[in-house]
């Protein structure tokens, strides 16, 4: 922190007011909704809501954080692999049902949050602690800086994705058809709950949880990552938590399919449900690293006194041309 007050120091008065960030009066408003109506439906859930209503609810829950996790991080932020039009219609209904605002939105602030990971420009503060990632950087608005980057950030492979186009173009109607009606009519109309017990549970409890496992890909790595100077025979949370180098593993070579979005690797659902997806002909281009070829690009890059990454990309492309199609089948080869 000392780092920032020196650079604060030296930023006059128009650098503050162009980096400055202000709170987003109606996403605070949002957040406030989602925690005090969210925790009513934890009580609705407990006391007076049917089983297939909530059976209903984990079910859209689940498809919600797919569309996050294998939709908009694994697939569209960082092209670990290609899907088929009808798998991104559905992974863009999935994402639809998250409430997290546009696919194309999304996709540009993490390829944001990775080009400027742990610095001051990184809208989800990846620099500062995992609450700020968590919550507070996610109610406030973007700084003139920010807005500026943004416009930056490569986005020509989305925007020749006309389904995450369609997406962006009809957002609000689509917001309220798959989040909030469908969600809502359901359990209320077929499975004779009462309205109230559908609203809380089936919209606003699954918003907080879909909510908060959506952020948590922005934030996880502060509690899986083994960060500098942690020492985790000290700690017993090393007893309920797994920390890995996995976190630090998917911001130095994004475009792994295997890198789970919360510490695990290839062993997590997310890269289940690509495997299986694969299988099925749905996914393709399945990108991942292999550990040999990461041991050669560090060999390389000591050797040859060249950039890290530069050579472990070298190596990965050697690779992949060598490797079989359908290599996503062979569970151990690639962990
Ligand atoms: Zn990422």
Redesign the pocket.
């Known amino acids: 922190m000392a780092g920032d007050a020196k650079t604060d120091k030296k930023d006059t008065q128009g650098d503050v007011e162009f980096k400055k960030r202000d709170a987003s009066w109606p996403l605070v408003l949002w957040y406030i909704h989602v925690y005090i109506l969210g925790t009513y439906g934890i009580y609705v859930t407990f006391t007076s809501a049917l089983w297939s209503t909530i059976l209903f609810t984990t079910v859209l829950t689940l498809l919600g954080i797919l569309g996050v996790t294998v939709g908009v991080?694994?697939l569209w932020?960082?092209r670990t692999f290609t899907a088929v039009a009808p798998l991104r219609l559905f992974l863009m209904l999935c994402q639809t049902m998250s409430g997290q605002g546009t696919i194309y939105s999304r996709v540009q602030a993490?390829r944001l949050?990775?080009a400027y990971f742990q610095k001051d420009e990184d809208p989800y503060y990846s620099k500062h602690n995992f609450w700020y990632a968590q919550l507070h950087g996610n109610m406030l608005k973007y700084s003139r800086q920010q807005e500026q980057l943004l416009k930056e950030v490569d986005m020509s492979d989305i925007e020749n994705d006309k389904i995450v186009m369609f997406q962006k173009r009809y957002y609000v109607l689509l917001y309220i058809l798959i989040n909030v009606l469908l969600p809502v009519n359901t359990p209320f109309q077929y499975f004779g709950e009462a309205l109230n017990n559908s609203l809380f549970v089936s919209f606003w409890l699954r918003s907080l949880i879909v909510l908060n496992i959506g952020n948590l890909?922005?934030s996880a790595h502060f509690i899986w990552s083994i960060h500098k100077g942690f020492k985790p025979t000290d700690s017993n949370s090393i007893f309920f938590i797994t920390k890995s180098f996995w976190p630090q593993f998917?911001?130095l070579l994004?475009n792994d399919y295997l890198?789970g979005?919360f510490g695990d690797y290839a062993n997590g659902t997310g890269s289940t449900v690509i495997r299986v997806l694969a299988a099925l002909d749905l996914a393709k281009d399945l990108h991942t690293v292999s550990s040999v070829a990461v041991r050669n690009g560090l060999t390389e890059a000591v050797e040859k006194n060249r950039p890290i990454i530069e050579c472990i990309n070298e190596q990965v492309k050697l690779e992949e041309s060598l490797r079989p199609f359908n290599h996503f089948l062979n569970r151990d080869k690639f962990m």
């Open positions: 991080h694994r932020a960082h993490h949050h990775h890909v922005n998917h911001y994004p890198s979005e």
